[in-house]
């Protein structure tokens, strides 16, 4: 129960109290200057309770005193310089160990403990003292002290409980902010500011380094919007967890181009949005990334079923071993892990060997890599052969920590290198009569094993030049990287074909890959042959493959020329015979109309003639670039014109669906209407039936005109297609002779073959085939 005086206390100063608390409360919300905030404490207490003095004590770091960090009253000087001892006997060291709040009516008669000189050297008599902080975890003490004896209540002991509750507080989130600034001084000094929009609203320098090298305007940017492979990526789901959760997060990612960089962040959100520190890593990745590649080589060696490893002390003693080295002996491994390993199984009993084991583990003990070949027996009799090496393992500072031993079983090596003696023993009787040429074989470091050849007769090297060599070594760099290049092929399992010049003589080299009996490529095979007369052949050949060429070009040339000259004269006589006829007529008996006709029939045809020489002539000189024709809207021009000839002679004519193919729009429009007009001519005595199709090969188009006309003679298919060759007489049928070979021209122009087949009196086909559409250049 309340004492007399409690019980009378006036209720205006106990609500003052509270104002003082919630007051000091607001400020250490508002101000983050502790000092400030333990002064304005000190005063708050001293008037509320009317006491001449107050004060904040802090503990410290030893743990045996208390320095007086803040207070009022004092005389000049002290408050930040003043300690108190801390122990038992002492008022300081008897609060800092109280639950409850310590009150002194008189300190000249307190037993508890002594006052300090602190308080004596004041006069003090009364007051009160409470722990900041925890009885545990005690920060300091928080005391109001007055000169005359006086009698507190409980509420002025809570009061002060109150004041020193909020200073604890303040000082318990000074001390978070300065963990976490530690903490973000360890992450990095890259930061952002987000608000709950996702917007940002601060980056400091090494953020705008680290994530905006392009020096962007990202103040008032989404973050998505910025950069937004980060929201498909752990950035966006990690953010929202903390700004939605309320809870900080940390984690490492990847960003990829433009930043190509690994992160290390930390996200703490805040009453505005988020806070985020991070730091570039990519480095750091890329160390633990060779790390771990290491440590996987090292796995998958210390692991490998055809590998012999073991790992060594300095002084030979095993440490480890694989499975793959216990097989041949007939032990475990607690066997043999612990001894020297020139003592155990795998060395048999001969002196010679272990000792030989022995110096090669010291030599690799003080840095050198020992490569070694031993023959040896296992358990069961059966003879076998190692061959590895003895490696230090090093530490960072290059200083030797271990051994490792690796070997391999190469007994069937062994065998192999024997057989293959016997056929290089072969081959080179082989090769030793290669006529005008060279042959090689090479293993799988590219090095000649063996070279013959009546080659070497006349070239600058010899065989012992070339023996034990490497391409590049013997022929030059350049040669040899590009036989180099062949031989890695070779043995991949490909053959190749090179073309060389070497010594003033032009060589095409074979290369051939060498199986073993499991079908495996274990060594390669060159043949190399002399073909400077073939390549002097070949290129007279080209020459004269140019002359005639040009000879065509000028020879078309001088067609064109010629018949476009000849027309003049045959327009001229036409003219002229016509005028005679008209001017004449009556003085003209019947005879001289009709040789006049003949004359004029003469010419006419030989205009025509001349005109389709013209044509034949033009096909190369004339004809516009092959481009994409729709040969459907050809063909459909080419019956446009032939209308009045189909219902003339009632003819059936049936089209399938063209293709579109590389071509002249123009010279396959000759074509087809020359095809079509030989149908049409060619029917005999029925109504001409005609069918234009076409059927795709490949990558080229076969297109078709077929008619059930008079047919030709199957051996005269050929004979069609030259100039000025008739298979009718022209009282039968009206033409030049040029037609086909005006038809045959255009499509080798388009690179493609016309050829006729045909059942005389039945049916004639004509086909050609043509290029589809991108696969032809003129």
């Known amino acids: 129960m309340d004492s007399p005086a409690e019980a009378d206390a006036e209720p205006h100063v106990r609500i003052r109290q509270q104002e003082v608390v919630s007051e000091l409360g607001q400020r250490a919300l508002e101000s983050d200057d502790l000092d400030q905030l333990m002064h304005d404490a000190s005063v708050a207490v001293a008037e509320t309770l009317d006491a001449e003095y107050a004060k904040v004590l802090e503990l410290l770091p030893d743990g ?3 320095f007086l960090r803040q207070g009022v009253g004092w005389r000049e000087g002290l408050a930040g310089s ?30 508890r403990f002594s006052g300090p000189e602190l308080l004596t ?5 009364s007051g009160i003292s409470v722990v900041i902080g925890s009885v545990s975890d005690p920060w300091g003490v928080l005391g109001a002290h007055a000169t005359e004896e006086r009698e507190f209540t409980s509420h002025d002991a809570h009061f002060v409980k109150s004041v020193a509750n909020v200073l604890a507080s303040a000082i318990e989130n000074e001390r978070t902010q300065s963990e976490l600034e530690e903490i973000y001084g360890r992450i990095s000094d890259a930061f952002f500011a987000l608000d709950a929009k996702w917007t940002f609203t601060y980056l400091n320098d090494q953020a705008h380094a680290l994530i905006n090298p392009e020096e962007r305007t990202l103040i008032g940017e989404n973050i998505w919007a910025a950069f937004p492979e980060g929201a498909e990526r752990k950035f966006k789901p990690k953010y929202e967890d903390a700004m939605y959760e309320q809870e900080t997060v940390s984690f490492e990612e990847y960003y990829p181009d433009p930043l190509d960089t690994w992160f290390e962040v930390r996200a703490y959100p805040s009453e505005t949005g988020l806070s985020v520190y991070f730091r570039d890593i990519t480095a750091r990745k890329e160390r633990e990334r060779e790390l771990e590649e290491t440590e996987r080589r090292f796995d998958a060696i210390f692991e490998d079923p055809n590998i012999l490893v073991g790992l060594l002390d300095l002084d030979g003693t095993v440490i480890d071993i694989n499975r793959t080295a216990m097989e041949y002996i007939e032990a475990d491994i607690e066997d043999v892990t612990g001894k020297p390993f020139w003592n155990t199984p795998w060395w048999g009993t001969g002196d010679e060997v272990r000792g030989d084991i022995k110096e090669w583990t010291e030599r690799a003990a003080t840095g050198e890599y020992v490569d070694f070949e031993a023959d040896l027996t296992r358990p069961d009799g059966e003879r076998y052969t190692l061959n590895g090496v003895f490696r230090p393992v090093t530490n960072d500072d290059d200083e030797v920590v271990s051994v490792i031993v690796s070997d391999r079983d190469v007994s069937e090596r062994r065998q192999y290198e024997r057989r293959l003696e016997e056929s290089e023993h072969r081959y080179r009787t082989l090769a030793e009569s290669f006529p005008n040429g060279i042959v090689t074989l090479f293993d799988d470091t590219l090095r000649y094993t063996l070279a013959e050849g009546r080659a070497f007769d006349y070239l600058p090297v010899s065989k012992d030049d070339v023996e034990d060599k490497t391409p590049k070594e013997v022929w030059g760099e350049e040669m040899g990287s590009k036989l180099e290049d062949g031989l890695r092929a070779t043995l991949d399992g490909d053959e190749r074909r090179i073309e060389v010049t070497y010594a003033g003589r032009e060589w095409v080299v074979h290369t051939v890959p060498l199986t073993d009996t499991k079908g495996d490529v274990s060594t390669g095979m060159t043949m190399a042959q002399d073909i400077t007369e073939r390549k002097e052949y070949e290129r007279k050949l080209e020459e004269s493959n140019e002359r005639l060429e040009e000879s065509n070009r000028r020879l078309e040339q001088f067609a064109y020329a010629a018949s476009h000259d000849l027309q003049e004269p045959l327009r001229m006589v036409s003219s002229y015979l016509r005028l005679v006829e008209r001017r004449y007529a009556d003085e003209l008996d019947e005879d001289g109309r009709e040789f006049i006709e003949y004359a004029v029939d003469g010419a006419d045809r030989m205009r025509d003639m001349v005109e389709a020489l013209l044509k034949y002539s033009r096909v190369e000189a004339k004809g516009d670039a092959l481009e994409p024709v729709e040969l459907d809207a050809v063909l459909d021009d080419v019956l446009a014109d032939l209308q009045l000839r189909i219902e003339e002679t009632g003819a059936d004519v049936t089209v399938g669906s063209l293709p579109r193919v590389n071509g002249d729009a123009s010279q396959l429009r000759q074509l087809l209407q020359n095809l079509l007009d030989n149908a049409l001519t060619y029917s005999g005595d029925e109504p001409p039936t005609v069918e234009v199709s076409a059927e795709r090969r490949g990558r080229t188009w076969v297109v078709s005109v077929r008619d059930e006309g008079v047919g030709i003679d199957p051996d005269e298919t050929d004979t069609v297609f030259e100039v000025f060759q008739r298979l009718h007489g022209r009282e039968e049928y009206a033409g030049t002779g040029v037609g086909l070979a005006l038809c045959e021209r255009i499509v080798e122009r388009h690179g493609g073959e016309i050829w006729a087949d045909s059942e005389p009196g039945e049916w004639s086909t004509f086909s050609f085939t043509l290029p589809e559409a991108g696969e032809s250049d003129e």
């Open 64 to 66: 045996d005193e208390l």
């Open 121 to 125: 050297d004041h006069g003090v008599v």
């Open 82 to 111: 003043a300690t108190v001892p801390v122990n038992r006997a002492s008022q300081a060291g008897y609060t800092l160990r109280s639950q409850t709040p310590v009150v002194v009516d008189d300190l000249r008669t307190e037993e």
